[in-house]
Nanobody
Framework: QVQLVEFGGGLVQAGDSLRLSCEAS????????MGWFRQTPGKEREFLTQ???????VYSSAVKGRFTISRDNAMNKLYLQMNSLKPADTAVYYC??????????WGQGTQVTVSS
């Protein structure tokens, strides 16, 4: 059974940076695509970015140029470097892993709050 656990959330000010990490256990995820999503109350979960097994990346327009996804396959970890944070980035952030176009595993989420 794969487990994903996010770390690194917290309270920051607008313009600050924050780095989230996601640790996987139970199976090596080197062949999985991995991604980051976020959700605010009353809204659907929003796709932010993904990185495939070969390192190719995709970003949503909301975070492109500010957020950077990376992975360490040897450590079974995923990262999200978030720069120039805005109050609109306040959300619960989730990591996910999957193959064949579906997201099969999800973390429990970590809260990021950006104050103005």
């Amino acid at each position: 059974q794969v487990q994903l656990v996010e770390f690194g959330g917290g309270l920051v000010q607008a313009g600050d940076s924050l780095r989230l990490s996601c640790e996987a256990s139970g199976r090596t995820l080197s062949r999985y695509a991995m991604g980051w999503f976020r959700q605010t109350p009353g809204k659907e979960r929003e796709f932010l970015t993904q990185i495939n097994a070969s390192g190719g990346t995709v970003y949503s327009s909301a975070v492109k140029g500010r957020f950077t996804i990376s992975r360490d396959n040897a450590m079974n970890k995923l990262y999200l470097q978030m720069n120039s944070l805005k109050p609109a980035d306040t959300a619960v952030y989730y990591c996910a892993a999957g193959v064949f176009g579906s997201w099969d595993y999800w973390g429990q989420g970590t809260q990021v709050t950006v104050s103005s």
